[in-house]
């Protein structure tokens, strides 16, 4: 995927088959502004037409697809080619296994010239030398246009009066020239034309066009020869916003349905006896449907979509109907390990916390010491952690009530992942509500249902009472251990097992041992 950055360069997202659900790793180091549509690429290399007309290849490093580092590209150098003259637009491109095939259109008389005198200088001499085949690599070195660039529009001796043109051409970039190829013969230029690789290591591609006024898609294959054999002719009832890939040699059709929420894709498969319906894939966009576009994902069709606050997702589907990834989010994964808000906020808590303890422990260290009554010991570390996931688990789920997101989707949220504060805002919900609840239930009963359940309870350091003060600072540091994880270990090494907000707070979490708990007492008489 594509997107300008809004300062002249070019982002680009890359994801592999083998990549984590939801991550999207950065192409950064790009400039310029791409045509429409005019990106391709298969297992070899990835292919960018700009919309000044340059033309920009990058090898795919198979070795690094399967890395989850972002510091790693995925492509190896950028390697610039001769660009297409102006006036000459891509319509559609493909990756074939030798090159470059792009289907143009053309709006300069003077280059329109250049490629039609080059197109008769490749038919003579296939003429001549019966030995080379059209549509295969070896034809490629005698004949083609090494440069396009001096064809501008101009007046020259051979265009002496401007016209208005919109031809189009089919043009093949290999072995660095330009060559044109023949259209179909009985191909319109009408309606809306895809250039398809059928495979990965395909020398030629398929051209499928789709026509809106009577729903027809024509789609030629070429032969062995290179000639393109009769089209196949099939009728898609009621199709919007089509679109067609190949998919384990077959082509498949996607066409948005208009029922449904959000964005739901009807999938088929054509063959030239009919088409045959594989199923319908639905993406809830919150905020309106935006774009969506079918890729070959492995063995199956997958969906990318992006709505109208630009956050894409990912659905994929095989042939036989099932769905092999359900749809998910995806977001581009920092470049570097310490890039992001999630580790600004992660350094900022615990920059605080040091400051804090070390606050804390400089305090009279007398004043410091737990004398626990006989009837209470300290609560153990397991039954205090049990306690707090059923305290937090009421408060997760509301959260995922209230904003209708799943847990999985609050668990894997970080700040700033995808460039806003919004995809943490479940979590966030949370924690602030697991905070307002521990609050008000141990301001008023000394324990939450957790505790309850265990004989758990809150006490000041001597096993008073502790105020509302100490209680409101013990449980806001709850959104600081939540939101820095490595804090949680603390009530580990302290002596009398507190959290940072019980450091704080001067409190700590006792057992009833009047009621049948178990606990430490080592402390109990300031020991």
Not at 127 to 133: K, L
Not at 382 to 393: E, M, N, T, W
Not at 504 to 510: G, S
């Amino acid at each position: 995927m594509a997107y300008p950055d809004g300062k002249g360069g070019l982002n680009l997202l890359t994801r592999s088959v083998g990549d984590p659900p939801g991550q999207l790793l950065p192409l950064d180091g790009l400039t310029g502004t791409l045509a429409p549509g005019a990106m391709a690429c298969n297992r070899y290399q990835l292919w960018l037409i700009y919309a000044d007309g340059g033309v920009q290849s990058m090898p795919l490093d198979r070795g690094a697809t399967q890395l989850t580092d972002p510091t790693i590209s995925r492509f190896g150098p950028v390697r610039t080619w001769l660009r297409l003259p102006e006036g000459v637009h891509p319509r559609s491109l493909a990756v074939g296994r030798d090159g470059l095939w792009v289907l143009v259109q053309v709006q300069n008389p003077a280059a329109l010239k250049v490629i039609d005198d080059s197109a008769a200088e490749t038919e003579n001499h296939h003429a001549s030398d019966p030995t080379t085949e059209p549509g295969l690599s070896k034809r490629a070195s005698p004949a083609g246009v090494k440069s396009l660039s001096s064809a501008k529009s101009t007046k020259d001796e051979s265009v002496s009066t401007p016209r208005v043109i919109d031809e189009p051409r089919l043009l093949e970039y290999t072995n660095n020239r330009w060559f044109v190829r023949p259209l179909p013969p009985d191909w319109t230029n009408q309606g809306r034309t895809q250039l398809i690789p059928p495979t990965e290591d395909a020398v030629r591609p398929w051209l499928v066009t789709y026509t809106a006024k009577s729903d027809e898609v024509a789609w030629w294959v070429p032969g062995k020869q290179g000639a393109w054999g009769e089209p196949v002719r099939l009728t898609l009832a009621e199709a919007l916003e089509p679109t067609f890939a190949a998919v384990q040699g077959q082509l498949v059709a996607a066409t948005r349905s208009k029922t449904g929420t959000g964005l739901a894709i009807q999938l088929s498969i054509l063959r030239p006896q009919r088409v045959f319906p594989v199923g319908t894939v639905e993406i809830d966009l919150r905020k309106g449907p935006g774009r969506w576009w079918l890729v070959p994902y492995a063995q199956a069709a997958g969906v990318v979509a992006a709505d109208a606050s630009g956050q894409q997702w990912l659905a994929v589907m095989d042939l036989k109907g099932q769905m092999v990834l359900e749809p998910a989010k995806m977001a581009p994964k920092s470049t570097s390990p310490w890039e992001g808000a999630q580790y600004l906020l992660l350094v900022v808590v615990l920059a605080v916390t040091t400051v804090a303890l070390v606050v804390f422990w400089r305090r009279d260290p007398l004043g410091n010491r737990v004398e626990l009554p006989r009837d209470a010991g300290l609560a153990p570390l397991p039954l205090r952690l049990v306690a707090a996931l059923i305290d937090l688990a009421p408060c997760v789920l509301a959260a995922c009530w209230i904003t209708g997101v799943d847990f999985e989707a609050i668990w894997a949220s970080r700040p700033m992942d995808t460039g806003s504060w919004e995809d943490p805002l479940p979590k966030l919900l949370a924690i602030t509500l697991f905070v307002v609840y521990t609050t008000v239930a141990e301001a008023t009963t000394r324990r939450t249902l957790g505790k309850a359940l265990f004989h758990l309870r809150v006490a000041g350091l001597k096993g008073e009472r502790p105020g509302l003060g100490a209680l409101l600072g013990r449980n806001a540091m709850k959104a600081f251990d939540l939101l820095a994880p490595p804090l949680l270990i603390l009530p580990i090494f302290s002596p009398y097992r507190q959290r940072f907000g019980d450091l704080l707070a001067r409190t700590v979490v006792v057992i009833d041992l009047k009621q049948g708990g178990k606990g430490s007492t080592d402390h109990a008489q300031g020991e």
